[in-house]
Each structure stands twice: as C-alpha cells, then as structure tokens.
C-alpha cells in the first residue's frame, strides 16, 4: 500500500479531514477524502497513480484514454462506452475526440471547423457541461430525444445512464470526458465517486499531453515537419547548421505584384492561399518538405538521406509535374483572377539550420544550392518556361528521361556558368 492510500485510509478512519495538498508537497491533485469509502480510495488511487506516473509521460492520447478506461472497468464501473474531447490548435481542424468501448482500441475523430461541426458540437452535452463547469447526469429512459443531438443514438444502442464531466485546461475550457453504461441499474453512487474522484488526475495528464501536441502542431504549421523536431530537441542556438544533401523545388508565381496591386489585403490573401493550395500538396505527396512560404514564392527540398539522390530527384520533378497540374485545373475555374507559376529545381547541398539575431531565430535553408534554384527560377520568366533545372538535377536523371537543353547562362551572384535544361512535362 502506498504512503498516499494509507494517509487517506488513516483521515477516513477518523483522523479528521485533510486535503491532499497539506499532505504531500508534491501532490498534483487536491481532493477533500474525508466523504470517500475505503473501497473507493482503493479502487482509484491505482488509476490515479497510473493517470500521473505513467499515462502522462508515456504521450500518446489515445493509449492514454485506453488505459483509463480499461482501469475504470477492472475496478468494477460497469462502463459500456467512453468519449474523451479536446479542442485543439491547427489550421484547419478545431478538435478531435476519442471514442472507446469494451475490448477495442478508442477511435479518433477529427472535427473541422465550419458550420457543421459547431452545430453538432453546440447541441451535445459537452457545450452544456463546458459552459456551466458542472457535471451532466442523464437517465436515459427518462431523457427527451430533443434534450440533446445524442440522446437518440444512446437510447437506440441500449445505454441507461450517461454522464459528462467538464475538463478545464489552462487557456480553454471546451474539453470534456463522458461515460455510459448499459447496466440496467446505471452507475451506482460508488461508481460515481470513484469518477470524482480520478476526474482531477484525469484531466491534469490529459491537459499535459494536449499541450505538448498543442507546442508540437503548431510549431509544425508554422515551420514545418524536420524542423519542429529539430527544435523540440533543442536545436534553437544560433550557428547550429547541418548539411543536407537534397533536391531543391523553388516555386514563384508569374506577375504577383501586378495582380497583387488591384487588391484588398484580404483578396490579396485568398489569392497567395490558392496559389499555395496548388503547390503545397503536390510536395508533400511526393515525399517533399515545404520549409518557406516567401511572398508569392514556396521553397522546398527533397532528402536524398533515405532512398538515395537519383530518387529524390524523381520525387521533386514528380512534385513540380502534380503542382503544374493543380495550377492547370486551378485556371479553369471561373473564381478570381488567374494566376501562373514558374519552377526550377536544382540537385546539390544545402546548409539547414539556425540564422537569426538574439532570440528572434529562423530555422530555413540556406547556401549556393538555394541562390542557384532562385535564379534559374528567374530564369524561367525571362526565357518564358514553366519549368527548368540545373545541370546536377538533370545528371541524376538523364538515364530516365529525355531532357531538352535549354542554354547555358550567366546567374547573378554564381561564379560559374550553369547548363539548364527543360524536362517534358
């Protein structure tokens, strides 16, 4: 028996009442035990106890729900269905719930946003629970089918007794956790306790877990895949740079700022965002990484780290063919002005990693691979071609593909002259 289960045991047996914050410095969850059974302390300072030490560092929200629910179970919660929802921070999706039963792994959903899914979320139980802070106890049998969208689907699968509990997080409150069963006696005041009282241990590990997802999400939104993980293990000193062998998709739209001159801010917006929805796909599809959005212009590399450089070639002239196509389908739709793109890929090194000035960091590419893909770029504009590359992209696939020379020629800031060729499209 832990020090924690004999304290509480010792106040219920007439020790006066003494909250677990004045017991333990340490201690995370603050719960009055002096109303609690012996059989409901031993049933949930185990689930607690697995909730902090285990379930939190372990990171993985769904095995983290798993394993509470299965414990809730195994202490004798006649527990038939569980959901878990967090709001969550990401560009296109405003949440995403869990959903377990018995014997089965839990679910993930996702919700975008958009009408739909506000809709459904506004007449569930959860916008109740998370606007009161209290929680929700339905007997189904005496539930009206309106009271909420849920009810309906509960009362069809044979669940009796249903309850939604609020899980406030730091900065949002719009998380809840829900059990039901279908034990004709619903849950017994004992089951209940025991909810209340693994709730704060519950709630505590799933906001740690959400927010480390929360830092993870959003720092690869804003810098992409590689780089957010070079960040979250501590690559942030400036002058850290690792070399990287790769092929590098340079994209620009043709006569942005002409475009750009007959717009409102937020037309000019909408505009880059269909300009980017062509182009960000088609890399990433393709086993390619976006690491800059530059005005009207994406920059991109292709490792040759894992399936060598003849294919990470392979995979950026395949990018640049599906960013061509999109942008073909793109100008056939009748919305906003039309836009053109030029591309010019390059094979070489490149220097990746930290640039900046004190705290105010930039994790990019840099390096002569990168100016020459900009100025064949350039090039493209001015000899009127879609899509252009350098001589080392065309080495590691002459074997493959017919290219077209398309000159020789001086680049602004490369010593030496460049052989560019025109892949077929």
Wanted: charged residues 20%; proline residues 6%; glycine residues 8%.
């Amino acid at each position: 028996m832990t020090y924690l289960q004999e304290t509480e045991i010792a106040v219920i047996a007439g020790a006066g009442p003494l909250s677990l914050m004045e017991k333990t410095e340490d201690q995370l969850v603050k719960t009055d035990v002096s109303l609690l059974s012996r059989h409901v302390l031993e049933q949930a300072v185990p689930i607690r106890d697995w909730l902090l030490n285990e379930a939190g560092p372990n990171g993985d929200p769904g095995a983290a729900f798993d394993g509470f629910c299965e414990r809730l179970l195994d202490s004798g919660i006649p527990l038939d269905r569980a959901s878990l929802s967090v709001e969550i921070l990401h560009s296109e999706n405003s949440g995403i719930g869990w959903y377990w039963q018995p014997g089965d792994a839990s679910e993930a959903r996702i919700f975008p946003y958009g009408p739909v899914s506000a809709e459904m979320y506004e007449n569930s139980p959860l916008f109740e629970v998370n606007a009161t802070g209290e929680w929700l106890e339905l007997w189904l049998p005496d539930t009206p089918d309106e009271r909420f969208g849920i009810v309906p689907d509960l009362k069809r699968d044979g669940y009796v007794h249903y309850i939604c509990a609020p899980m406030p997080f730091t900065g949002t409150n719009a998380n809840s956790v829900a059990f039901a069963t279908r034990n004709a006696a619903g849950f017994s005041p004992t089951d209940i306790a025991i909810l209340h009282s693994v709730m704060p241990a519950m709630r505590l590990t799933a906001e740690v877990i959400a927010l480390n997802n929360r830092i993870s999400t959003v720092l690869k939104t804003y810098v992409g895949e590689e780089p957010q993980k070079h960040i979250l293990a501590g690559d942030i000193h400036r002058g850290e740079v690792m070399r990287i062998r790769s092929a590098i998709l340079f994209v620009d739209m043709r006569k942005f700022t002409s475009h750009s001159m007959t717009m409102n801010a937020g037309e000019v917006a909408e505009f880059l965002n269909r300009f980017y929805d062509c182009v960000v796909p088609g890399v990433e599809n393709n086993g390619g990484e976006v690491l800059k959005f530059i005005g009207d212009g994406v920059l991109a590399i292709f490792r040759a780290d894992d399936d060598g450089e003849t294919a990470a070639c392979r995979n950026a002239l395949a990018a640049s063919r599906a960013i061509l196509d999109a942008v073909n389908r793109e100008r056939q739709q009748p919305h906003g002005p039309r836009f053109d793109i030029k591309i010019a890929l390059h094979f070489g090194d490149v220097a990746y990693g930290n640039v900046g000035s004190g705290q105010r960091l930039d994790f990019t590419v840099i390096g002569r691979g990168v100016n020459i893909a900009s100025r064949i770029s350039d090039l493209c504009g001015r000899l009127q071609r879609r899509l252009l590359v350098s001589g080392a992209f065309c080495e590691q696939l002459s074997d493959e593909i017919d290219f077209t020379p398309a000159g020789t020629w001086d680049l602004p800031g490369v010593a030496e002259k460049q052989d560019v060729y025109e892949p077929p499209v």
